[in-house]
């Protein structure tokens, strides 16, 4: 009797403490989402038709069929445009490079692009970025450069075929060297710090880093719908410096290292939509450059919407970071399912003292969450080199409303530091289950008002 009557004081104290001040309206900043749609709009291609099997690709699974593909980009791109089809069938590829105005469209549910694992077929390097620092390196397995109007759409799957023979084997275990990325990834980082022009900094065969699978590279007007995607060497999804992109109702199942489901960088409008995450890594990792190149570069992510997708095993369904030294703004997240015992957190912000970055204006609202492993809320600015640098990372006006979460080991996990500011981070009208353990909070402004929180008994 005594405990229930202790038990209900607390409950009586914590509504009080988590409802005050209890003066929430409606995130005016959401207000600016209509205007931002209106902005992103697909691409449209011309009614013609290039079938890759008239330029002589054969659906065996073992021709190469590079070269027939690349024909038929450049017949498509030739006439003004239209659709390069990929029909039924299984088709053996190298890496895959679109031209302006052509839609890479894989016709039927059984239509595969399987990419080759054989590094010397993504040679002659590209100008890319790997882990958000400016680089030459190995063509991402599809890859398009300062086109514009450019899409891969379609109900079949595009299969990397990455596993630990290829590769998954080039990440590496800790302090792992040989055969790994870890001595060239370690020279361009220090490229990057020291600010070597990047037409020096040319990776490739024997530095073992490994290529995203879709990388548009300062490229206008961007759709990728309807696909599968499968077995990918590392980034998934990678926009970079993009403007109007379009990431709708892709289903992304691949594990591996670093296999984040969609990372736009540095992009402007961008709606992600109706698409499937389970990654094992960040289901969306919002970027924009690391360190040096970031601040250098200056452009951030922003005016992004992600609505109605699903996240499963990975580190964060949205992340915001760790590669975000040209800041981002403008995020706005709702109805989403997310669950797994594998998914870490919700939503997650990620830097430190070396990449700084303004993180500003994020919003997730009307989210389900089943379960995660670590929290809901995860700030991170202690991140890799943590407090060692001289940039500051900033992350304000972060607002969760509507959050249900039905198992959680706690709410918040924010870590920042004095040279840092985490400020105005909200969590409103929400409901927290199965909680086993405290919040941490350091060096930080977080506040859950009028949320309901429920202890494991």
């Known amino acids: 009797m005594?405990?229930?009557?202790?038990?209900?004081?607390?409950?009586?104290?914590?509504?009080?403490?988590?409802?005050?001040?209890?003066?929430?309206?409606?995130v005016p900043e959401w207000k600016s989402v209509p205007e931002i749609l209106a902005r992103i709009v697909p691409p449209k291609f011309p009614t013609r038709e290039f079938d890759i099997t008239k330029y002589g690709a054969k659906a065996d699974g073992k021709t190469d069929c590079s070269a027939a593909i690349a024909k038929a980009i450049a017949a498509c791109a030739k006439k003004g445009g239209g659709r390069v089809v990929v029909p039924a069938g299984e088709f053996l590829t190298g890496p895959i490079h679109l031209l302006s105005n052509v839609d890479l469209h894989l016709a039927a549910t059984n239509s595969v692009?399987?990419?080759?694992?054989?590094?010397?077929?993504?040679?002659?390097?590209?100008?890319?970025?790997?882990?958000?620092?400016?680089?030459?390196?190995?063509?991402?397995?599809i890859y398009a450069y300062?086109?514009?109007?450019?899409?891969?759409?379609?109900?079949?799957?595009?299969?990397?075929?990455?596993?630990?023979?290829?590769?998954?084997?080039?990440?590496?275990?800790?302090?792992?060297?040989?055969?790994?990325?870890?001595?060239?990834?370690?020279?361009?980082?220090?490229?990057?710090?020291?600010?070597?022009?990047?037409?020096?900094?040319?990776?490739?065969?024997?530095?073992?880093?490994?290529?995203?699978?879709?990388?548009?590279?300062?490229?206008?007007?961007?759709?990728?719908?309807?696909v599968k995607i499968r077995r990918s060497p590392m980034w998934e999804l990678h926009p970079l410096l993009c403007t109007n992109v379009i990431v709708r109702g892709v289903d992304i199942r691949s594990h591996g290292a670093n296999n984040d489901g969609c990372d736009p960088e540095s992009c402007t409008d961008v709606l992600i939509e109706k698409c499937i995450f389970d990654t094992g890594d960040d289901c969306i990792a919002i970027k924009s450059g690391r360190n040096r190149d970031g601040l250098r570069i200056a452009i951030p992510s922003q005016n992004i919407i992600i609505r109605d997708c699903t996240m499963r095993d990975?580190?964060?369904?949205?992340?915001?970071?760790?590669?975000?030294?040209?800041?981002?703004?403008?995020?706005?997240?709702?109805?989403?399912?997310?669950?797994?015992?594998?998914?870490?957190?919700?939503?997650?912000?990620?830097?430190?003292?070396?990449?700084?970055?303004?993180?500003?204006?994020?919003?997730?609202?009307n989210i389900n969450v089943g379960l995660v492993k670590d929290s809901v809320l995860q700030i991170d600015f202690l991140y890799e080199e943590g407090a060692k640098g001289e940039q500051k990372p900033v992350a304000?006006?972060?607002?969760?409303?509507?959050?249900?979460v039905a198992q959680t080991p706690r709410v918040l996990n924010v870590?920042?530091?004095?040279?840092?500011?985490?400020?105005?981070?909200?969590?409103?009208?929400?409901?927290?289950?199965?909680?086993?353990?405290?919040?941490?909070?350091?060096?930080?402004?977080?506040?859950?008002?009028?949320?309901?929180?429920?202890?494991?008994?």
């Not at 040319?202 to 880093?209: A, N, S």
């Not at 040279?419 to 199965?434: H, K, L, P």
């Open 415 to 457: 870590r920042g530091f004095p040279a840092a500011s985490i400020r105005d981070v909200r969590i409103y009208n929400s409901s927290f289950e199965q909680i086993k353990k405290p919040d941490q909070v350091i060096e930080a402004d977080v506040k859950l008002v009028d949320c309901s929180l429920e202890n494991v008994k």
């Open 113 to 141: 692009l399987k990419f080759s694992t054989d590094p010397k077929q993504y040679l002659p390097v590209v100008a890319t970025r790997f882990e958000g620092m400016e680089c030459y390196n190995y063509s991402p397995l």
């Open 396 to 404: 304000k006006n972060v607002v969760m409303e509507n959050i249900k």
């Open 314 to 365: 990975g580190h964060g369904g949205t992340t915001i970071g760790s590669e975000i030294s040209g800041g981002c703004r403008n995020v706005f997240v709702e109805n989403c399912e997310m669950s797994s015992p594998d998914l870490t957190c919700a939503l997650r912000l990620k830097s430190n003292a070396m990449r700084g970055g303004v993180l500003e204006n994020i919003f997730m609202r």
């Open 146 to 226: 300062e086109q514009q109007n450019v899409a891969i759409t379609g109900l079949g799957t595009l299969d990397g075929q990455a596993d630990e023979s290829n590769w998954l084997a080039w990440k590496g275990q800790k302090n792992a060297t040989n055969g790994t990325q870890r001595v060239a990834r370690a020279r361009l980082d220090k490229m990057n710090n020291d600010g070597v022009p990047v037409c020096q900094r040319v990776f490739g065969e024997g530095d073992f880093l490994r290529p995203p699978f879709v990388e548009f590279n300062l490229c206008r007007n961007v759709l990728i719908e309807g």
């Open 2 to 26: 005594k405990n229930d009557l202790v038990r209900a004081v607390r409950l009586i104290c914590l509504s009080v403490l988590l409802s005050a001040p209890a003066l929430h309206a409606e």
